[in-house]
C-alpha cells in the first residue's frame, strides 16, 4: 500500500507516504483509492512525505468515468493504477480511426497512447492551462490538425472559429485543404498589410469602450464625449420626421448654452450662425422666421449686432429657442437595432464638441 489517507477537502486527499514502498518520482501518477469504490486520482503534489492527490473520477465496469460523487473513506487502500488501465483514464484503450483522436506518446507512462473519443471530448467543455511559452497554442493546433486531416471520417456540417488575436494560427490551418479537399478556411484580419480579407465590423454595434480603444481615448473627459457622441447619434442618424422634435430640443440647447456663455456678441453670432448653418431642421434654421407685432424676420438677421456692439434681441431670441425646449426623452446609447454612417458619427462627435467647448 503506499500510504493512508490522513485529510480529505474538497477534491484534494492528503496522504501520509509509506516512504519504503513509494518511488522516488511520484508527480502526476495515477493512484486507486479503493474503500469498495474504485476512486481515481493524480498525485498533484508531494511535500515532506505527503503526497496530496486530486480526484479525478471512477472506475466502474471496467469504464473511467470522469467526477466523484462520493469521496474515499479514510479507510480505503492506495496503489497505483496498473498500466492496463491508465489508457482508460488518459490514453486510448481502443482506438478507432473513425471515432478516436490520437495526439501523442505519455511522457510519463511508457507506450501509453494520448488521445480521446472524439463526439465525447467536444460534446463538452474543455480548457487548455500552461505557462507562458510552454506549448498552448502547439497544442491546439495539433489537436485541430489532427481532427481535420482525418480523410477517412472528414467532420462534415462542423464550424470552427478561432479568435487569434497574437496570428499564431494561420500558418496551422491555411493549408488544410490541400489535405482534405472537402474543408474550407478562411481567416480575416484587422491588419492592412497582411494580404488578408480585412475583417469588417458593423460600425453600429460598437459601444463607449470599443470607440475608446479605436481612438486611444483613455482619459475620463474624452469618454464622457464619446458617450454623449454615441447617444446623439442616435438622433442624427434617423429619419428628421422621428425625431424632429428631439434634434430641435438638442440644437435649441446648444444656442442658448452660446447665448448665456458670456463671450463677446461677435463670438456669440459667429457661434450660432456655425451650428445652424450645419445642424439644423426644417423648423429650425437660419432662415426660421421670427413674429413680431408689425413683421417678421428670419432667425439670421436677429443675432445680428447693432451699432453698439450687442445683440440687441437676446432676449426675444432666448424666448423663441425654449420654445424648442422638451423633457419628453431620453437620450440612450445606440442598441443596435438601427445602422448609421461614419458620417452620421462625425456629424454626432463635431456637434458633442461644440457643446463641450460651448459650455466650457
Not at 208 to 219: F, N, Q, T
Request: hydrophobic share 40%; charged share 25%.
Amino acid at each position: 500500500m503506499l500510504g493512508r489517507i490522513i485529510g480529505i477537502e474538497e477534491n484534494l486527499v492528503s496522504v501520509e507516504l509509506n516512504l519504503e514502498q513509494a518511488p522516488k518520482e511520484l508527480m502526476n501518477l495515477h493512484v486507486i483509492l479503493d474503500d469498495g469504490r474504485q476512486v481515481i486520482g493524480e498525485i498533484v503534489d508531494v511535500k515532506d512525505g505527503i503526497a496530496y492527490v486530486m480526484l479525478l473520477g471512477e472506475l466502474k465496469n471496467n469504464q473511467f468515468i470522469f467526477g466523484v460523487i462520493k469521496k474515499p473513506s479514510f479507510q480505503a487502500t492506495i496503489s497505483f493504477v496498473p498500466k492496463d488501465k491508465i489508457e482508460m483514464i488518459i490514453g486510448l484503450s481502443n482506438y478507432a480511426e473513425d471515432e478516436d483522436l490520437y495526439i501523442g506518446k505519455s511522457p510519463i507512462y511508457d507506450d501509453v497512447n494520448i488521445g480521446f473519443h472524439i463526439n465525447d471530448f467536444f460534446s463538452r467543455h474543455f480548457a487548455i492551462f500552461g505557462s507562458t511559452g510552454s506549448g498552448k497554442s502547439c497544442s491546439i493546433a495539433r489537436i485541430l490538425q489532427n481532427l481535420f486531416s482525418k480523410k477517412e471520417k472528414i467532420p462534415y456540417r462542423s464550424s470552427l472559429f478561432i479568435f487569434d488575436a497574437y496570428g499564431e494560427y494561420h500558418t496551422a490551418f491555411c493549408k488544410l485543404h490541400e489535405v482534405v479537399p472537402e474543408i474550407h478556411f478562411k481567416s480575416y484580419t484587422t491588419d492592412i498589410k497582411s494580404g488578408q480579407e480585412l475583417v469588417r465590423i458593423p460600425l453600429w454595434l460598437l459601444g463607449v469602450d470599443d470607440i475608446a480603444l479605436l481612438l486611444g481615448a483613455e482619459k475620463h473627459s474624452q469618454l464622457l464625449l464619446i458617450e454623449k457622441a454615441l447617444k446623439l447619434v442616435t438622433v442624427f442618424a434617423r429619419k428628421e420626421d422621428e425625431v424632429l422634435k428631439i434634434k430641435n430640443d438638442i440644437i435649441a440647447r446648444a444656442i442658448l448654452d452660446i447665448l448665456s456663455s458670456g463671450r463677446a456678441p461677435a463670438q456669440i453670432r459667429d457661434q450660432i450662425f456655425s451650428v445652424l448653418s450645419y445642424y439644423n431642421t426644417k423648423e429650425l434654421n437660419l432662415e426660421t422666421p421670427i413674429f413680431q407685432p408689425g413683421y417678421t424676420r428670419p432667425l439670421k438677421q436677429c443675432i445680428m449686432i447693432d451699432s453698439s456692439g450687442k445683440i440687441r434681441e437676446m432676449e426675444m431670441i432666448v424666448d423663441f429657442m425654449e420654445t424648442y425646449l422638451t423633457d419628453d426623452y431620453d437620450l440612450a446609447l445606440p442598441d443596435g437595432s438601427f445602422p448609421y454612417t461614419l458620417k452620421d458619427l462625425q456629424d454626432a462627435f463635431d456637434f458633442a464638441l461644440i457643446e463641450t467647448i460651448t459650455v466650457q
